[in-house]
């Protein structure tokens, strides 16, 4: 199988490669050939809107051989009169922002500097990113996540007198985070409850389909001893367990979830806090759904099976395919707060 997807895979990931090396390879030489052709004093004609495009698009490869051969590169500036750094900001390019930093010998210099109207590069962070931006990530709450992250990014990089500092507009960087992000937050704080209940409801039933299933037992008791028939049965054994797991996970689960429903939707609260709330409820979740289909078919087996074995086939098909639709399902929204989560690692 592995074979099979590198034989099928590996193709389409050489031909991006040769891609790349030929990309860059056209930018070296259309690079010497402008330093062939040209005056230094001529050459920012050629390198500014390249590199103004490549820091918006986050193409920091494309920055950092532009920057090499043309130094004055990096002093290029847009129309509004924002540098590269601080264009950077402005657009989430994480990888040209880390770049520049550590490329460029006046750190102390970005810490402080302002654009035409006294912001910092803290007032720039807080304002709302491009659409462009924000559709990369799925969902109000991963977008406001993204955004705090990138927020406390720079935060950690400017001075610490810059942080509380008002711009032209009397304006502090958080009282522009804030009303940028205003809209946003009431989304992703609809977001969250209307998924988190959905999620509550379901815990709530597997809850008292396993606790209506750990009272009656599969077969039965034994009408003398109250003791259940299948006592001795391997499968029994696989039932209770599984029971008693999905039973334990689905009331984590769904307690979890409600913390998240009464818990107050603030900034900090969408930073770390309640997504990581959700990731656990979701495993959870999970873990009782899987549990919860183990005793079914355990069930099943016990019932039906004793003496037709072929039985197992069926049940193990039909106890995988609510675990896989799950999967499929709900785990992408998982995946999306762990990509998210992870935030801009790497950067300073």
């Known amino acids: 199988m592995l074979i099979w997807i590198y034989v099928s895979v590996s193709p389409f990931i050489i031909e991006r490669v040769r891609n790349h090396k030929d990309a860059m390879k056209l930018l070296v030489d259309v690079i010497t050939l402008i330093r062939e052709k040209n005056h230094p004093s001529s050459y920012h004609q050629y390198y500014t809107n390249p590199i103004l495009e490549a820091t918006r698009q986050d193409a920091h490869e494309l920055v950092e051989v532009i920057v090499f051969w043309f130094p004055n590169a990096i002093l290029s500036a847009t129309e509004g009169g924002h540098n590269i750094i601080q264009y950077a900001v402005i657009n989430r390019s994480g990888k040209v922002y880390n770049l520049l930093y550590q490329m ?127 006592t001795n049965n391997i499968a029994f054994t696989v039932f209770a367990i599984s029971d008693a797991i999905s039973l334990s996970a689905a009331f984590t689960s769904m307690l979890i979830f409600l913390s998240i429903i009464t818990a107050p939707f603030s900034e900090k609260g969408f930073l770390q806090e309640l997504p990581l709330k959700l990731r656990i409820g979701l495993s959870t979740l999970f873990i009782s759904t899987t549990a919860m289909m183990v005793a079914f078919g355990a069930t099943l087996y016990l019932v039906f099976g004793q003496r037709n074995k072929w039985i197992l086939i069926p049940i193990a098909v039909l106890a995988y395919e609510p675990i896989d639709s799950f999967v499929n399902l709900q785990f992408p929204v998982m995946l999306d707060f762990i990509s998210t989560a992870r935030g801009y690692q790497g950067i300073l």
Request: glycine share 4%; hydrophobic share 40%.
């Open 104 to 230: 460029n010998e006046h750190r102390n210099i970005y810490r402080t500097m302002k654009d035409s109207s006294g912001n910092n590069l803290l007032h720039l962070a807080a304002r709302l990113a491009p659409s462009n931006k924000l559709k990369l990530f799925p969902g109000a709450a991963s977008q406001i996540q993204r955004e705090l992250q990138w927020f406390e990014v720079v935060k950690r990089f400017i001075c610490p007198l810059s942080i509380t500092q008002k711009n032209s507009l009397n304006e502090t960087p958080q009282t522009i985070f804030t009303r940028e992000h205003k809209e946003l937050m009431i989304e992703a704080e609809k977001w969250m409850k209307s998924t988190v209940k959905s999620y509550t409801i379901t815990a709530a039933l597997i809850i008292t389909i396993m606790f209506a299933a750990g009272i009656t037992v599969p077969g039965g008791s034994n009408q003398e001893t109250g003791i259940p028939i299948f």
